[in-house]
């Protein structure tokens, strides 16, 4: 690759999405599809594919192959991971976040949706809107991902039929209506394992006239999605390098979680209430004249204040209220249960504190949207409402207003594994 095609490369945009369907909706074969038709896999790749696919003898080839690497631990019952996929059209770079479609991994579709712009939620054309679909459209509009994409794949097998895709838009439309975060919804109906509509435009349906899949994940619009307002810099580490060169250097390294940085800027040190004015502003490439969500970079500020990890920037003019006291939804992902209150190390930005659950308040039926109260355990995969209070301060935004600060994770102090994840109300 040329230097500046290597340029070009990393200033594309980039979307994240994942992808959520039951078991045998085609999944797989919608990836494979989507990386096989923009050329996104190799020539090697593609052979063992052919090979294999002729070896199980199937009739045409097997996408599925492409993703399905991990189906020998799966009927080993050994739990799946996230598996994250990277590709490329020249409009754009994408990283798919391929989870596991059966309700035992509803941790695993959380992790993989907590950092994706878009959802593409799978229908199986002949099942239509069906429990899991309902499920995985309440945890894409519990982590705030606003552009969803109804993929109606299977079109083939119920002869193409308008009628069938009309039904199901309606269908999900009608549940949809009880979500509140999904902005956008867009419907395709397609064929994965044929390729109508995935990349190329279908013959099959000349009734269709909206995007293919492929030229919607090019062309949707993401730049709104970050919090640009209130700003926040969560403060990673502080840079004193003992050089001649840099001898008084002394700069807060991190990712801006929200807002817009400049130097000039004046802005006050949470939680401790110190102000001070942003003197410049380093990044990899060189000085900044401003940074935004998500960049990382180095601030330097004109006076000496004392600030370390954990701490936070923000504007003197939109500062959150640094608080103990946390009201969330969360996502129990630990085999050993929460019931009533517990002891847990919250990881929240940078910071990290030690917490103590004060209430359970209710548990959430994900397939009904039901609220339940007469039952407050939390078993794996179990998603719902609870209150913490925390040793320190926070300073904490709600996850509708900004996901990196309104997000936090529960580490268990004995054993360190991480057992919910919690999104701020």
Same mark, same amino acid.
């Given at each position: ?156 097998? $119920?002869? %193409? ?9 309606? =269908? &999900?439309?009608? *549940? /949809?209506? #009880? ?55 969560? $403060?990673? %580490? ?9 001898? =008084? &250097?002394?700069? *807060? /390294?991190? #990712? ?68 103990? =006291? ?100």
């Amino acid at each position: 690759m040329s230097e500046d095609n290597n340029s070009g490369y990393l200033d594309m945009d980039l979307l994240r999405f994942t992808t959520a369907g039951s078991v045998d909706d085609g999944k797989s074969t919608l990836i494979g599809r989507l990386l096989y038709d923009s050329k996104a896999i190799f020539e090697d790749q593609m052979e063992a594919m052919e090979e294999s696919s002729k070896a199980r003898g199937d009739e045409n080839v097997n996408l599925a192959l492409l993703t399905d690497g991990l189906r020998a631990e799966r009927e080993q019952g050994i739990t799946i991971d996230v598996a994250y996929r990277y590709f490329a059209t020249p409009k754009r770079k994408f990283i798919i976040a391929d989870t596991p479609g059966h309700i035992q991994y509803t941790r695993n579709m959380v992790t993989g949706a907590s950092t994706a712009n878009l959802a593409i939620v799978l229908i199986d054309a002949r099942k239509g809107v069906i429990e899991q679909t309902c499920r995985h459209s309440f945890i894409a509009n519990l982590l705030r991902i606003q552009h969803v994409v109804v993929c109606v794949n299977k079109m083939d097998l $119920v002869d %193409w039929d308008e009628g069938v895709f009309n039904k199901i838009v309606d =269908d &999900f439309k009608s *549940f /949809a209506s #009880r979500l509140d975060n999904i902005v956008d919804v867009t419907f395709i109906p397609a064929s994965a394992l044929i390729g109508d509509n995935i990349v190329d435009k279908s013959e099959n349906m000349p009734w269709y006239q909206g995007p293919t899949l492929l030229y919607h994940l090019e062309t949707v619009y993401i730049g709104a999605d970050e919090n640009h307002v209130e700003a926040r810099f969560p $403060v990673q %580490w502080v840079i004193r390098p003992h050089s001649d060169k840099y001898h =008084d &250097f002394r700069g *807060f /390294a991190g #990712r801006v979680a929200g807002g817009v940085f400049k130097p000039g800027d004046d802005v006050t040190v949470l939680p401790s209430g110190f102000a001070s004015k942003i003197k410049a502003i380093e990044s990899m490439d060189g000085p900044q004249e401003e940074v935004f969500a998500p960049m990382s970079a180095t601030i330097t500020l004109e006076d000496e204040i004392d600030m370390s990890r954990g701490d936070m920037l923000v504007k003197a003019n939109n500062q959150p209220e640094p608080t103990q =006291d946390i009201d969330a939804m969360i996502c129990w992902f630990d085999s050993k249960p929460l019931a009533g209150s517990g002891k847990f190390i919250l990881r929240h930005t940078t910071k990290e504190v030690k917490a103590i659950v004060t209430e359970v308040c209710y548990k959430v039926n994900i397939n009904t949207l039901h609220k339940v109260e007469d039952d407050l355990t939390f078993n794996l995969n179990d998603i719902g409402r609870i209150k913490v209070r925390t040793s320190a301060p926070l300073i904490a935004d709600s996850y509708k207003s900004n996901r990196i600060t309104g997000s936090f994770v529960l580490i268990d102090e004995l054993t360190n594994a991480t057992v919910a994840a919690g999104m701020i109300i």
